[in-house]
């Protein structure tokens, strides 16, 4: 069993900063990507910032030049530096990670953290 712990998140007001993280632990033999999804009131959930093995990284459209996404594998811990924050950016932002234990690969996602904006 693996679980995902977030943390950071908060209320802030527009063009301030945040920084999420989630920590991985328990029957882990490697983590493949390591990302973060947000989902806002009556939107589907979507894909702000993955982070592969090989620290290849992807951002949405909407994030790019204001969040930064890290890794820290000793520590099996995703880190989401959110800058320059718009209301827009309010949403339960959630953790994933596909990890792989000694009887195969798994998705996992974490319990959600909360993050508003207000303008």
């Known amino acids: 069993q693996v679980q995902l712990v977030e943390s950071g998140g908060g209320l802030v007001q527009a063009g301030g900063s945040l920084r999420l993280s989630c920590a991985a632990s328990?029957?882990?033999?490697?983590?493949?990507?390591m990302g973060w999804h947000r989902q806002a009131p009556g939107k589907q959930r979507e894909l702000v910032a993955v982070?592969?093995?090989?620290?290849?990284?992807n951002y949405a459209d909407s994030v790019k030049g204001r969040f930064t996404i890290s890794r820290d594998n000793a520590k099996n811990t995703v880190y989401l530096q959110m800058s320059s924050l718009k209301p827009e950016d309010t949403a339960v932002y959630y953790c994933n990670t596909r990890v792989g234990t000694t009887v195969g690969w798994y998705n996992y996602w974490g319990q959600g953290t909360q993050v508003t904006v207000s303008s």
């Open positions: 328990g029957s882990i033999f490697r983590i493949a990507a």
């Open positions: 982070i592969t093995s090989g620290s290849t990284i």
